[in-house]
């Protein structure tokens, strides 16, 4: 059973620039979260995605938009990054859209210069 | 909203040392309650869960009670190993509308032989 894996696990952006995170879930979960932990602190919620419609966002502004394709794999997106967007973006899929049992990628540290 | 409050860390114990990690919420539903734990260059796991008040999640040696009359759910486990050497993170799910996992900050445990 092959789990979550995320791409890119770095990258280096500059203040205005746009990103594009990427995450496939685990074989037979069709939901797919989307979580930001800063340095020292714990993961916040972005947004979730069940069967490719967005089912619940957190607190993060429009320029954090994501998808969720046929295979429920998912994208992250954030437009015009922000020096305060450098986090560890962390993706977890799970079996349903009502479980708090989620299954976590290692994530993609991005940090914005 | 709902929160999550955790003991501050580090926590540095003796190999066969007790454990405690303290963990408080604050709620406007009846939640779900988790720990989930970061091992050095691994993603997060969910370590053990309870869904309603009195119930004992366990695994791995690590126990944790939902005491809804305390709005606790305390980490505790009776020997520590230098493997248990992580960051634990308690968290909250709602019942209903959005399911997302509320965090808190993480405990780092290190246990030193």
């Known amino acids: 059973e092959t789990g979550v894996t995320q791409s890119p696990t770095h990258l280096i952006k500059t203040r205005g620039q746009q990103v594009t995170l990427r995450c496939s879930s685990q074989?037979?979960?069709?939901?797919v979260s989307w979580y930001q932990q800063a340095l020292g602190q714990g993961p916040q919620f972005i947004f979730q995605?069940?069967?490719?419609?967005?089912?619940g966002r957190g607190n993060f502004p429009p320029r954090f938009s994501g998808l969720q394709f046929p295979n429920y794999s998912s994208e992250l997106n954030v437009n015009a990054l922000e020096l305060d967007d450098s986090a560890l973006y962390l993706c977890a899929s799970s079996r349903d859209r009502a479980t708090g049992e989620l299954f976590f990628g290692e994530g993609s540290r991005l940090t914005v210069l | 909203g709902d929160s999550v409050t955790q003991m501050e860390g580090p926590v540095t114990l003796s190999e066969e040392a007790f454990l405690t990690i303290n963990c408080t919420y604050t709620?406007?539903?009846?939640?779900?309650l988790f720990w989930y734990v970061q091992y050095p260059g691994e993603g997060l796991q969910l370590l053990l869960k309870a869904t309603k008040a009195d119930d004992k999640g366990s695994n791995k040696g690590f126990e944790a009670t939902y005491r809804k009359e305390t709005t606790s759910f305390h980490l505790e486990k009776g020997s520590v190993q230098v493997s248990d050497s992580a960051v634990y993170f308690c968290a909250l799910s709602e019942r209903t509308g959005r399911r997302a996992l509320t965090f808190g900050s993480g405990t780092r445990l290190q246990v030193q032989p």
């Open positions: 709620a406007t539903g009846y939640p779900s």
């Open positions: 074989s037979g979960h069709n939901t």
């Open positions: 995605y069940y069967r490719e419609e967005e089912n």
